[in-house]
């Protein structure tokens, strides 16, 4: 089983930064957090839980949602087993629960992961 717990959320203005860390713990059939790609995600009030970012196992390949994209980058360490979301330029409809999530393969999909946090907030006020 692969735990991940995220960290770095709280309350920022607009056009400020935050980065968000999501680190792992915990293997599966002899896997280790070096192999799963990493996303994020996140589900605003009202809304519907939405692609943030994905990372491939070694980084080398990227995917942005349109709404995050040139705003908001992510990156890992495998020596550290985290994942993080730098995220700058905020804007008030950043404003959402942001989670963390490992897949087997590479997936911009929330179907295709099969560990989650459980989620840290991210409030931008106006």
Do not use: H
Not at 63 to 83: E, L, Q
């Amino acid at each position: 089983q692969v735990q991940l717990v995220e960290s770095g959320g709280g309350l920022v203005q607009a056009g400020g930064s935050l980065r968000l860390s999501c680190a792992a713990s915990g293997r599966t059939s002899g896997r280790t957090f070096s192999t799963y790609a990493m996303g994020w995600f996140r589900r605003a009030p009202g809304k519907e839980r939405e692609f943030v970012a994905a990372i491939s196992w070694g980084g080398g390949r990227t995917a942005y949602a349109d709404s995050v994209k040139g705003r908001f980058t992510i990156s890992r360490d495998n020596a550290k087993n985290t994942v993080y979301l730098q995220m700058n330029s905020l804007k008030p409809e950043d404003t959402a629960v942001y989670f963390c999530a490992a897949a087997l393969s590479w997936a911009v999909d929330a179907g295709g992961y099969a560990y989650w946090g459980q989620g840290t907030q991210v409030t931008v006020s106006s």
